[in-house]
């Protein structure tokens, strides 16, 4: 019986498994994460992360949700990934990841404990409908702010951006008044969105706090969400409840965003090596 050698990691909760290219082979990606990331019947996680060799960069990276299909960007699991590349590191450093979204860099800061800390660069926001995609009956302005999104019986607004991947941010005044869950799993489907979205909820705090809920696609219900934190404090920043330095609180702890003045979105947040393996197939 053959296996595959994987380490298992989480950022805040969100938790994905690392596979190294050479050991996958030419074996069918999307089956096996299904198959790997089942919380009953295999390792389980949010997502499968397979990380490869090539020149100029430390390695490349893709990225394989819990139902097979394949997402463009993660910000907790390209801090996984640089987890496990710099497991042995104690002093700063860099790594850089060839993405489907291009070349990105996670700087290591410092160890906490168990968790190291890094400051991912995740990218430029894009507020373009075409580009999200986000495809209404009638093209939206531009940021795309405070739109009324038909959702079950009623509307909510939405902010639409693209961050690495679709996003859709929703505020909440509390998780008491709305069924969150619920209209995560209505809006990642929406017809609106041709390639399904993340979405994002949100409660402010405070000018530099929110607190923050997610419901990702692919996966459903996540404890966390890197890109998500990222375009959550976008949309706070954009409608004036927030600056362009923001605390996410999550489910299980908080990460930083800087929106930075040349617009380049930073995140900053903890990964833990949690267990290393052999996965039988």
């Known amino acids: 019986m053959s296996a595959i050698p994987f380490a298992k990691a989480h950022g805040v909760g969100n938790d994905f498994l690392l596979l190294d290219e050479r050991e996958v082979g030419g074996r069918d990606v999307a089956r096996l994460a299904l198959t790997i990331c089942d919380r ?10 397979i990380l490869g060799a090539a020149p100029g960069v430390d390695a490349t990276f893709r990225i394989y949700n819990a139902d097979g299909s394949e997402a463009t960007l993660s910000g907790n ?3 996984c990934a640089a987890a496990w590349l710099a497991r042995e590191a104690a002093q700063p450093a860099t790594l850089s990841f060839e993405t489907r979204m291009g070349r990105r860099l996670v700087h290591f ?7 190291a800390v890094f400051r991912t660069e995740i990218g430029v926001p894009s507020f373009g409908a075409r580009d999200v995609p986000f495809h209404p009956a009638e093209p939206p302005s531009e940021p795309i702010v405070d739109f009324p999104l038909p959702a079950g019986d009623s509307a909510v607004s939405a ?7 679709p996003q859709c941010i929703v505020f909440v005044e509390s998780w008491a008044s709305v069924n969150w869950m619920g209209l995560g799993k209505i809006i990642e489907r929406h017809p609106y969105f041709p390639d399904r979205t993340n979405v994002g909820f949100v409660r402010v705090v405070d000018r530099s706090t929110v607190e923050v809920r997610f419901w990702e696609r692919g996966v459903g219900h996540t404890l966390a969400s890197g890109t998500g934190s990222c375009a959550c404090a976008v949309a706070a920043n954009l409608a004036g409840k927030c600056g362009r330095r923001v605390g996410v609180q999550l489910e299980r702890g908080q990460m930083d965003v800087n929106w930075r003045e040349d617009g380049v979105v930073e995140l900053t947040g903890p990964a833990v090596i949690v267990a290393e393996g052999q996965f039988r197939l």
């Open 159 to 165: 902010t639409v951006l693209h961050m690495g991947n």
């Open 77 to 79: 699991a390209l801090r």
């Open 40 to 49: 009953h019947c295999g390792i389980g996680a949010d997502g499968v992360v």
């Open 109 to 115: 800061l410092r160890r906490e404990g168990s968790a």
